[in-house]
């Protein structure tokens, strides 16, 4: 099975040394909006199909993700697709 398109955009993203250039946004069930945006440098590992923020103990799996945006040149690196009513 193929990795998670998301596994190697975010696993570019911390390699390439500027994660806080990038947002998360993800579904947070109980936030406002029910999303919750973080920046990229966050994220202390990234898995088969999850990500793990830096606090050791939070996991958010990749269907959650919403969308990544890089902030410096507000370009949308990935959004989820939406299904038409």
């Known amino acids: 099975m193929p990795d998670h398109p998301l ?5 570019g993203i911390l390699r ?8 998360i946004t993800y579904l ?5 909006g029910d999303q919750v945006t973080i920046t990229a440098s966050a994220v202390a590992n990234v898995r088969k199909g999850s990500f793990l ?3 050791g ?3 958010i799996p ?5 969308q990544v945006e890089n902030t410096k040149n507000g370009t949308i690196i990935w959004k989820k697709r939406t299904r038409a009513p």
């Not at 596994?7 to 696993?11: A, H, M, N, W």
């Not at 390439?16 to 947002?23: I, L, S």
């Not at 990749?62 to 919403?66: E, K, Q, T, V």
């Open 16 to 23: 390439a040394g500027v994660p806080e250039d990038v947002t």
């Open 62 to 66: 990749f269907h959650r993700i919403l």
């Open 28 to 32: 947070h069930r109980g936030a406002p």
């Open 7 to 11: 596994r190697k955009i975010l696993s």
């Open 57 to 59: 103990e939070t996991q």
């Open 53 to 55: 923020l830096s606090d």
